[in-house]
């Protein structure tokens, strides 16, 4: 199996694991062979002096995005490419899926989103004040697209004020997290029982809602 295929399967069957990685470093070797790395130690050291940073790097966010993910999939620091255009190709392609399934790699890092609770954060006051465009930035793009598909922008704020309501109504605790997921339970006020949960997943650095 090619090292491109390699991650094409990795990438299928781990399309939600997402991490936050350190600068990505860019470096040829003597038989001009093209690498990426996120740890500057792995680049020989008769070659750190030719090294550029991801940002002197002709890489997008997009593609940087997807870089960082497939290292973190393929638990590797050190990405070998022969072909750059057919490589950034597939870190594209990568993208469109990327999109379709759960939000798009374009996206930079928002401070507000930088932790699960200020995540949450964000939701609720959006959810408490209407705020449409705050919502959106705080939930993923298929749990937008579901709600989307099925009311108009009134009865959508409509629904952000009742979920609201129900949310205030109960205890919010956090519950289960790791790197990539974490989880909010809401119980029924003085110690009740679990009623619901509030699931929240890494997108490059940025926590967003993804399922209630």
């Given at each position: 199996m090619t090292k491109i295929n390699c991650f094409l399967a990795i990438f299928f069957s781990l399309i939600l694991a997402q991490g936050c990685l350190a600068d990505i470093y860019q470096y040829t070797d003597n038989e001009g062979v093209i690498h990426f790395t996120d740890d500057p130690q792995n680049i020989p050291a008769k070659l750190r002096g030719k090294t550029k940073k991801e940002t002197e790097a002709p890489l997008t966010t997009r593609e940087t995005n997807m870089l960082?993910?497939?290292?973190?999939?393929?638990?590797?620091?050190?990405?070998?490419?022969?072909?750059?255009?057919?490589?950034?190709?597939?870190?594209?392609?990568?993208?469109?899926?990327?999109?379709?399934?759960?939000?798009?790699?374009?996206?930079?890092?928002?401070?507000?989103?930088?932790?699960?609770?200020?995540?949450?954060?964000?939701?609720?006051?959006?959810?408490?004040?209407?705020?449409?465009?705050?919502?959106k930035a705080s939930v993923t793009s298929r749990f937008l697209r579901g709600l989307e598909s099925e009311n108009n922008t009134p009865s959508i704020k409509k629904f952000m004020l009742e979920l609201e309501r129900r949310i205030a109504s109960r205890t919010v605790s956090k519950g289960e997290q790791d790197e990539h997921s974490a989880v909010f339970e809401l119980k029924e006020k003085n110690n009740g029982p679990i009623v619901g949960t509030i699931e929240l997943i890494n997108l490059f650095g940025n926590w967003k809602i993804h399922r209630l």
């Open positions: 960082e993910h497939m290292m973190q999939t393929d638990k590797t620091k050190d990405i070998p490419v022969q072909n750059s255009a057919e490589f950034k190709k597939n870190l594209n392609d990568f993208g469109d899926l990327y999109k379709e399934k759960h939000d798009d790699p374009d996206q930079t890092k928002d401070a507000r989103l930088s932790t699960p609770e200020s995540a949450l954060n964000l939701f609720r006051s959006a959810l408490r004040t209407g705020n449409l465009q705050d919502f």
